[in-house]
């Protein structure tokens, strides 16, 4: 049994204030049935490990570089993430793949560090809304699941989302449909590659503008283990509804 898994990714948002939130949130969900994770802009790590300590979330990374540490100005390894509190990491995030022209190459060497640093890597994957358009998005996906994903991966230190890079922020959502089709086939590459024992434990989550009020018909797809959620993610009284639905399923 895979267990569910509600991701918030904070992006480029949050002042020591936005802690506050967080216990907000700690305190509403003392012991949720799900798996609860947040990852906040890297200077709130450490100060959120402190101010969640004894709670039920894990805090996580948005990216982190693939070396441990040297002449690497402005970015932050998965050593340094860990050192601050986090238990994993986002890696891959269309956001990165796009304004920082991040490769799938790239993303898999980092996610490794990461894993070999004993963090769990949600690495992300999705298609532009051409690429929906002019070609075939599981072949997109099917690629970028690939070359993304380290050897070593597991059950445990992987996660992928499966965010449609046009459903990001948009208010626009696949439907049910085009959602079951891509978690379908990433589980049945993750099967292939891994075999079935590893291929069925990695939980896959979809993201791309959830929440409160379609999270119950996403959480109802087949192979849709949780959520990594952006903007949904920002206030207790926004996150926890979705948080609610994952865990009546
Ligand atoms: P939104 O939930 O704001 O659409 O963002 C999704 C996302 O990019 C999470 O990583």
Redesign the pocket.
Do not use: D, F, T, Y
């Given at each position: 049994m895979r267990r569910k898994l509600a991701?918030?990714?904070w992006?480029m948002n949050g002042l020591r204030a936005g802690l506050a939130e967080m216990d907000a949130l700690a305190k509403a969900h003392p012991a949720p049935a799900v798996d609860i994770l947040l990852c906040p802009p890297a200077t709130l790590i450490a100060p959120a490990a402190q101010a969640l300590s004894g709670s039920r979330i894990a805090l996580g990374g948005q990216d982190c570089h693939q070396e441990t540490s040297g002449a690497y100005t402005g970015d932050l390894s998965a050593q340094m993430l860990k050192d601050a509190g986090a238990r994993a990491v986002?890696l891959g995030?269309?956001?990165r793949r796009e304004k920082h022209r991040e490769t799938s190459e790239e993303v898999r060497l980092k996610a490794r560090a990461a894993q070999a640093e004993g963090l769990m890597t949600v690495i992300?994957l999705g298609e532009s809304a051409f690429q929906r358009e002019a070609t075939n998005t599981l072949d997109i996906i099917g690629a970028q699941l690939s070359l993304s994903v380290p050897d070593e991966s597991t059950g445990e230190n992987l996660v992928v989302?499966y965010?449609p890079i046009w459903?990001?922020?948009?208010?626009q959502t696949p439907t049910p449909e085009q959602i079951g089709e891509v978690h379908t086939f990433m589980r049945a590459r993750l099967e292939r590659r891994f075999g079935s024992g590893v291929g069925r434990s990695v939980r896959l989550l979809y993201?791309?503008?959830?929440?409160a009020e379609n999270a119950d018909e996403i959480f109802g797809i087949p192979d849709v283990d949780g959520?990594?959620?952006?903007?949904?993610?920002l206030t207790a009284q926004d996150f926890s509804p979705i948080i609610e639905a994952l865990e009546k399923l």
């Open positions: 991701a918030g990714n992006k986002i995030h269309s956001e992300c989302a965010e459903a990001i922020g948009s208010g993201g791309g503008s959830v929440k959520a990594l959620v952006g903007g949904a993610s």
